[in-house]
């Protein structure tokens, strides 16, 4: 398994990338209408969503993604044949913990998900650090009063 200075190294690299291909990788606007939430309920419309990439998987011209706001997650599709060349090709600099905005119709896989199809998406924020890891990302300090609060507030989330 990488170290994380091994990982910052990459994702420093895929943020240089993606300066040299202009694409700004902290833009100051951002197109979204919808929350993921509201996406539900609009079956057949087409929704600009924003969020964080939490899980991210290819099958050939096909990559899945899926993206949580605040109010829920929700997968969404590139298809090699539903957006640019250029746009496809820039989804190798992604990776988990980005933020993006996606524009697209909002309609169900062949497996049953309700997923958006998109259309276009737009690079919000380069993360250069992973998501901590949910069980190896905590120390305990035995005997510490903050132990104590995090397992209270750790009882409350999950």
């Given amino acids: 398994m990488p170290t994380i200075?091994?990982?910052?190294?990459?994702?420093?690299?895929?943020?240089?990338?993606l300066k040299k291909?202009?694409?700004?990788?902290?833009?100051?606007?951002?197109?979204?209408?919808?929350?993921?939430?509201?996406v539900f309920t609009l079956i057949d419309k087409e929704v600009a969503i924003a969020g964080r990439i939490v899980g991210m998987r290819g099958h050939g011209n096909i990559i899945f993604v899926d993206l949580v706001d605040e109010t829920g997650k929700i997968q969404v599709v590139f298809k090699s044949d539903q957006i640019s060349s250029s746009l496809f090709t820039l989804l190798q600099y992604l990776d988990i913990a980005d933020f993006i905005a996606v524009q697209g119709l909002v309609d169900k896989t062949q497996a049953g998900e309700l997923s958006v199809f998109a259309g276009n998406f737009q690079m919000l924020a380069k993360s250069l650090r992973p998501l901590p890891d949910q069980w190896h990302g905590r120390t305990w300090i035995s005997g510490s009063?903050?132990?104590?609060v995090a397992t209270d507030l750790w009882r409350w989330v999950s």
Avoid: F, M, Q
């Fill in 5 to 17: 200075d091994e990982l910052i190294k990459v994702r420093s690299e895929k943020l240089e990338s």
């Fill in 21 to 38: 291909h202009g694409i700004n990788p902290y833009p100051s606007i951002v197109r979204r209408n919808h929350t993921i939430a509201r």
């Fill in 145 to 148: 009063r903050n132990a104590y």
